[in-house]
């Protein structure tokens, strides 16, 4: 009967556990529909401005200096690792760990034997595990999920563009999930300064009228645009956060309901086999008082 007490235990365990994944899945995916709709809307937004700002910056004559296009040798990098606070969402946050990893033994190998390559967080789980696997931290940002809006973002911006301006980064790149859909998210590494001059493929040789004036425009725009990328890598980042843990809660559930099915056959068939072998020594018993 001991036996029998276990099961039963351990079916209650798993079906209790069955209603926080539940729960878990439903909640992430109340956030998703309002993380999807947000990026949605963003993209298209921040897609225009980097054409526009492409545009620009193929006009001929043009006598604008870009200070955040300046190209320098690699000496100083800065890594930012966009994760999340919290887990329980599959790999998401050591997909990102992983990249990172990969970035400072290989692509910029060199500046981390030198101490030349900084790392700051935004989400504590990144945090966490890279300094488990003995990596330094420069900075973190874990706060920014408690209110994650385009007025926060944007501090974090600046301090990252002044940083590059000062020349105490040469290059600082970001590191994120970005949302495809709720089971799919794509590990994205993006440069973030300098920013990369694309080449105009439409050959567009227009003449343009600035009002007021290209340099206003630039130093307008331009700043505006490296907001608008990292709120983007935020919001895609956030939006696959609740993605993948609704994906992680669902797989959990389904688990947890094949799991108390599995107990409950055991379950009967101990106590199958405790009622067989308690008939048996009744008969046994009244077979010895019959002789």
């Given at each position: 009967m001991a036996n029998l007490k276990d099961i039963r235990t351990r079916i209650t365990s798993v079906k209790s556990t069955r209603q926080i994944t539940n729960a878990m899945k439903m909640v992430s995916a109340a956030k998703l529909r309002k993380a999807q709709n947000a990026i949605t809307q963003l993209r298209p937004y921040a897609n225009k401005l980097n054409e526009i700002l492409g545009r620009l910056g193929d006009v001929k004559g043009s006598t604008v200096d870009n200070i955040y296009a300046n190209e320098r040798k690699e000496e100083n990098v800065l890594l930012v690792a966009i994760s999340s606070n919290r887990g329980l969402c599959g790999p998401?946050?050591?997909?990102v760990v992983k990249r990172i990893m990969e970035l400072a033994e290989g692509q910029y190998s060199e500046q981390y034997k030198k101490g030349n390559l900084s790392i700051i967080t935004l989400g504590s789980k990144s945090g966490q595990i890279l300094e488990?696997?003995?990596?330094k931290i420069s900075g973190n940002y874990d706060n920014i999920y408690d209110d994650m809006s385009f007025e926060n973002v944007e501090k974090i911006a600046e301090t990252l563009m002044n940083d590059f301006v000062s020349k105490?980064?040469?290059?600082?790149?970001?590191v994120y999930n970005r949302f495809k859909n709720a089971a799919v998210?794509?590990?994205?590494?993006?440069?973030f300064l300098p920013i990369k001059?694309?080449?105009?493929?439409?050959n567009d040789n227009s003449d343009y009228i600035f009002e007021p004036s290209q340099e206003y425009i630039f130093e307008t725009l331009i700043p505006d645009s490296l907001k608008t990328q990292l709120?983007?890598?935020?919001?895609?980042?956030f939006a696959s956060?609740?993605?993948a843990r609704m994906t992680a809660m669902h797989q959990a559930t389904d688990n947890a309901t094949e799991l108390i099915k599995s107990l409950t056959l055991s379950?009967?068939?101990a106590r199958q086999a405790a009622i067989t072998k308690e008939i048996l020594e009744i008969t046994a018993g009244a077979e010895a008082l019959n002789g």
């Open positions: 998401f946050n050591s997909n488990a696997k003995g990596y105490k980064y040469d290059k600082i790149e970001l998210q794509i590990l994205t590494q993006e440069q001059h694309e080449e105009n493929t439409a709120f983007a890598a935020l919001t895609d980042s956060e609740q993605g379950y009967n068939k």
